[in-house]
């Protein structure tokens, strides 16, 4: 069957398939056509429903091991194909972002780039992040999860020994914050960022007496800068939109940079491909491995029961309820379908507990199921991965006063805004790392001056509520992605609507190109392409470009 617009000419293969204005000849292969429907949907859903059950399977499997009480060294072994998922996935992230916000910038004129990210930010920090702690401390203040103390004695014996982030002043947090923007190595800040410690030093000289008396010695902490093990993803981040910038600016001159990095980036999303079929086996052993890891779980829901399930719930609140009616607000669209299409982002987060190790996911999920422009996909979703934290953000708020109530320290007005000011602002560049809401907290707790060394209260559960918080991070990310290319959508009209006439919008032939030299937006190398004829108004996501 073959289907071609009015005069019957072909596109070159350099014309992206948002040249709407020019002919296609398609053929569908009529085998695919007598394939039974369900057949046709589950191979769409495959990975989907292979991801699911890897984490259904992981955790009757860890069950299933608890009885057989593995020593240390089996259950490292044991989790060793799960962390090869997170291998796999970390090796990718920095060229992924680099070259994904290099030729996301650099394909964007200044005024849309300006706009694309003063919306992305804004829509993170107020619309999901600052929501996201507020109903955080509410939900803290109706439950009390803190309230009347927690019995921990026999839950905190039984825990591996924790060194627990040194506690910062809340002005060198933010310095540092500000420091991250611009790393002075780029080579380092691939897998080291800046942080500052403290060193006691006499204020005043040292006098010492005969008898081996020191009179009049005063120290203070003085903050020294030191690099600490952690990907500095902010600075890497401002780095490449930058050099993006530039190369837009040089013209003709920067067109080779820019088609190398955009041809890097291609071949990074291949890679992602290919290891999106092993996430299914890799979820299902960190999963299976960290239930093999608890110690004792009826006595951990029995002593921080309360406090689980004011996290989970608020997590549940904000996923199913507050981010879908966002999107379908500015968009007016069915939420649950487009989270229906990142569902195999969402189990990786789950499985992964890192954003950043999620981002590759993502990114294949939004544009080839959701239909997600690719330039602002991977604009976006970078930015988002370090700047939204809004289930990082919504944890913290309800650890801060779920310590406090447990120290019986009433938090006043002002207290409770400098958890929502604090958790907002520190989510912007925290670690998209397991565990990495921790650090952050701790910059909360000195900032309403509640004891620190109280961290280890929620460090009991943080394998779990880490992961429910990821899951809201990276779906947060997606939300924000899927806002700003519909509503740009709606903006824009699609390149020849304007000369179309009524007999020839009656046909709409939506295509994927394959990545071999062709620009428009990349092939799946998932799932075999098959072009389909579709009436319009039902939608084409893949063929249509959206700018801002």
């Known amino acids: 069957m073959k289907t071609s617009t009015s005069n019957g000419v072909a596109p070159s293969p350099s014309q992206g398939i948002e040249d709407r204005g020019q002919p296609v000849s398609l053929e569908v292969p009529t085998t695919e056509l007598l394939r039974p429907s369900w057949f046709r949907r ?3 859903h495959l990975l989907v429903l292979l991801t699911v059950s890897g984490v259904i399977i992981g955790v009757v499997l860890g069950l299933a091991l608890r009885p057989l009480n593995l020593s240390p060294v089996h259950k490292t072994y044991f989790a060793f194909p799960g962390e090869m998922l997170l291998r796999m996935l970390k090796m990718i992230i920095i060229p992924l972002v680099v070259c994904s916000l290099v030729s996301g910038a650099a394909s964007l004129d200044p005024r849309s780039l300006g706009r694309l990210g003063s919306r992305a930010i804004l829509f993170f920090l107020l619309f999901t992040t600052l929501v996201a702690s507020a109903l955080g401390v509410l939900l803290a203040f109706l439950i009390q999860p803190g309230a009347g103390g927690v019995p921990l004695g026999g839950l905190l014996a039984k825990q591996r020994p924790m060194k627990l982030p040194e506690p910062k002043e809340v002005v060198d ?11 002075s190595n780029l080579v380092a800040a691939a897998f080291q960022s800046y942080a500052t410690l403290y060193q006691m030093v006499p204020l005043e000289g040292n006098w010492t007496l005969e008898n081996g008396t020191v009179l009049n010695t005063t120290y203070i902490k003085l903050p020294i800068a030191s690099d600490i093990d952690s990907m500095n993803i902010l600075g890497l981040v401002v780095f490449a939109i930058g050099f993006g910038i530039a190369l837009r600016q040089l013209g003709r001159e920067g067109e080779v940079l820019m ?13 992602v491909a290919w290891i999106m079929w092993y996430a299914p086996v890799g979820i299902m052993f ?4 960290k239930v093999v890891e608890m110690e004792n779980l009826v006595l951990l829901v029995k002593s921080l029961g309360k406090y689980i399930t004011c ?21 007016r669209r069915n939420p649950f379908k487009f989270l229906l299409g990142i569902l195999t982002a969402l189990t990786t987060a789950f499985g992964t507990s890192s954003s950043s190790a999620t981002l590759p996911t993502m990114m294949k999920c939004v544009e080839e199921n959701n239909g997600v422009d690719k330039h602002i996909s991977r604009f976006v979703l970078p930015i988002g991965a370090t700047v939204n934290m809004d289930g990082a953000a919504l944890f913290q708020s309800v650890a801060a006063v779920f310590i406090a109530q447990f120290n019986n320290i009433q938090l006043d007005a002002g207290q409770v805004f400098t958890i929502l000011v604090t958790s907002t602002a520190s989510s912007v560049g925290a670690a998209g790392i397991p565990a990495g809401g921790i650090l952050t907290l701790a910059i909360i707790l000195e900032a309403i001056g509640v004891p620190t060394h109280d961290l280890s209260l929620v460090l009991a559960v943080d394998w779990l509520v880490d992961r429910c918080c990821t899951v809201i991070n990276v779906e947060g990310d997606a939300i924000g992605a899927g806002i700003l290319h519909f509503t740009g959508q709606e903006k824009t009209p699609t390149p020849g609507a304007s000369k179309a006439s009524g007999a020839e919008e009656l046909l709409e032939v939506c295509t994927e190109t394959s990545t071999n030299g062709r620009s428009g937006s990349e092939a799946s190398p998932l799932v075999k392409h098959n072009h389909v004829v579709s009436i319009p108004n039902q939608g084409c996501p893949l063929a249509q470009e959206s700018a801002l």
């Open 259 to 271: 088609t190398f990095f955009g041809a890097f980036n291609e071949g990074t999303m291949v890679l």
């Open 173 to 183: 947090s933010f310095l540092d914050l500000i420091r991250n923007f611009i790393p």
């Open 42 to 44: 589950l191979r769409r």
């Open 311 to 331: 996290c989970i719930l608020g997590q549940l609140i904000h996923g199913l309820l507050i981010l879908p009616l966002l999107f379908l607000f500015f968009t």
């Open 286 to 289: 960190l999963v299976a491995s």
